[in-house]
Every structure is written in structure tokens, then in C-alpha cells.
């Protein structure tokens, strides 16, 4: 027996079983967005009765913010344009703010039957969404110490010198380099000296202000990029960090020496971005290597 055979042994699929039944969100609406019907699993994303949903729209229930890109996808469709995807957020009856994509396809009208509609599939992205943002996180962070990576660091230090560049307002940057940092890996290991990393992090971030970044550039060198700072509060600044390490650190049975060098780069309200990134990170490693020396 062929397929063509065998299906002719079959009986026609049941289409509304496969509307009422279906694991994703199911609406079949007017041109306009007004639902005619709603599947059980719309009303149970929605938190709604699926059958008190007719006569409603989606766009009801759609975040205030995302509503106008919603409503211009919807005038977008007719025949020229049979299907459209995109993702907006819904919201609750409870008030939780639901991710979703929205699959809109237009329908023509049958002579004598149906008028123009349209189906819409509404599948609930929040999974996805949480992995999405898990791994944009990661690839932003240092993994040990949970702070910006080097490549979030010059996101942000130069965010800060467009924003000086605007607004005329000068912007510092500490590279900071723990002394002797070796020896300690070499003396206690390197999960101590991870330890030794996660705290130093800890107490950066705890004596900064919530315009700072602090980010670990890698090893034990960590910097902070200090936005609408004048030259004198950054000095302010690298003296309240070195307070915040006392010299060494307890952690478990070790006391631990950390030591703490310190270059300060800056850069004067509206200098180019593009001249001043460089220039300010450079001016701050080198400080921070004069400091070292005269450390020792």
C-alpha cells in the first residue's frame, strides 16, 4: 500500500482538535486584531478564560512599551504580506510579564465563506529568554569575581567618554595590580589565590560609587572606570581602595599579605572618544607601574 493508499484509509484530520489541543497559544482574529477565538493554552499563558477572550485583542494585554511595535506588525499584514514574527511581552492578569513570539499569518477570505482573518501563534519565550540573557552575562563577566570583563570594561569607559565628549565633563580611569600576587599562588595555591581575587573584588565594589564600574581586565589586574570624575576625586577614590584592603586577608586557616598598586588616567571634558580611550587606559597602566616601583 502507497501513502497516497493509505491516507485515503484515514479519516480527515480533525483541525479544531488541532486548535483546541495545541501546546502553544492559538487565536484566530480580525484583520484588525480582534480575537474571534482563543485556544486553552492563550487563556492559560494569560492567566484568562480562553472563551471570555473574544471580542478582546492582544494588544489589550501587551506591555505599554512594546504595544506600538505590536500594532504596526498587525497594519503590516494583508495579502502582500501573508506572515510576520515578532517578539513583544504580554502581561498577565496576575501582572507577571510573559515573553513571547507572535507568529501572524493573514488568511484570504473564501467567496461566500470566511472573511479575511488572522491566525496567531503565541509560544512563550521565557526559557529562552533567561538563556539569552545567562549567556550575554557571561560573555560580559568575569566568571570567578562576577565582575565586568575587559570587553564590558571598554563598553563602559567609553559610554563614559561619549558622555563627557556631550556634556563636556572629564572622565578617570584606576587600573589597580595586586603586589606580589605570584607569591601568593605559589605559597598557598591557586584556590587560595582565587579566593584571594574574589575578595579584592568585593572590596572594590564595596567603596565605589553606583556611577563606577569596577571590571577584572584579567590575572589579578582590575580597573575602574570613574564617569563625570575629576582628576582629584579619583585620588580620593584610590585612597579609600587601598583603606578597603587592610594589608592582608584572612581566608580560612591562611592570612594572606595583598598588597595594592594604583595608576589614575584622566581626561578633560570633550576630547574625541576615539583618541581619549586609548590614551586614558595607557596613561593609568603606566602610573600604575610607577606606583608599583616605588612600592618596592
Known amino acids: 500500500m502507497d501513502v497516497g493508499e493509505a491516507m485515503g484509509t484515514l479519516p480527515p484530520p480533525d483541525l479544531g482538535s488541532a486548535f483546541t489541543n495545541s501546546p502553544m497559544g ?4 480580525t484583520p484588525e486584531g480582534v480575537l474571534i477565538e482563543a485556544n486553552t493554552a492563550l487563556g492559560e499563558l494569560l492567566g484568562l478564560d480562553s472563551a471570555a477572550m473574544r471580542g478582546s485583542t492582544l494588544f489589550a494585554v501587551t506591555h505599554p512599551e512594546d504595544l506600538p511595535g505590536a500594532v504596526a506588525v498587525c497594519n503590516d499584514l494583508g495579502p502582500t504580506r501573508a506572515r510576520t514574527r515578532h517578539e513583544c511581552r504580554l502581561v498577565r492578569s496576575d501582572g507577571v510579564i510573559v515573553p513571547v513570539q507572535v507568529t501572524a499569518s493573514w488568511v484570504d477570505g473564501s467567496p461566500g465563506g470566511a472573511p479575511p482573518h488572522l491566525v496567531l501563534v503565541v509560544e512563550d519565550v521565557t526559557d529562552r529568554k533567561a538563556m539569552e540573557a545567562r549567556l550575554l552575562h557571561l560573555s560580559a563577566h568575569d566568571p570567578l569575581t562576577g565582575l565586568p570583563n575587559r570587553l564590558l570594561f571598554h563598553d563602559r569607559l567609553r ?3 561619549d558622555r563627557g565628549h556631550r556634556e563636556h565633563t572629564p572622565t578617570c580611569v584606576l587600573v589597580l595590580d595586586l603586589d606580589g600576587f605570584k607569591a601568593v599562588n605559589d605559597e598557598f595555591g591557586h584556590p587560595t589565590g582565587d579566593a584571594v581575587l574574589v575578595a ?3 572590596h572594590l565594589t564595596s567603596v565605589l ?3 563606577d564600574t569596577a571590571a577584572r581586565l584579567g590575572g589579578d589586574e582590575f580597573a575602574v572606570v570613574c564617569e563625570n570624575t575629576e582628576r582629584g576625586d579619583a585620588e580620593v577614590l584610590a585612597t ?3 583603606e578597603a584592603l587592610p594589608g592582608t586577608l584572612t581566608l580560612g586557616p591562611s592570612t594572606v599579605p595583598v598588597g595594592l ?3 589614575i588616567g584622566s581626561v578633560d571634558g570633550g576630547v574625541d572618544p576615539e583618541v581619549a580611550q586609548e590614551a586614558v587606559v595607557r596613561e593609568a597602566d603606566a602610573a600604575m607601574y610607577a606606583d608599583k616601583a616605588s612600592r618596592r
Not at 492559538?26 to 482574529?29: C, E, G, I, P
Open 261 to 263: 598598586s594604583i595608576g
Open 26 to 29: 492559538v487565536a484566530l482574529a
Open 159 to 161: 559610554h563614559a567618554l
Open 240 to 242: 579609600r581602595l587601598r
Open 200 to 202: 579584592v573584588a568585593g
Open 209 to 211: 560609587r553606583a556611577s
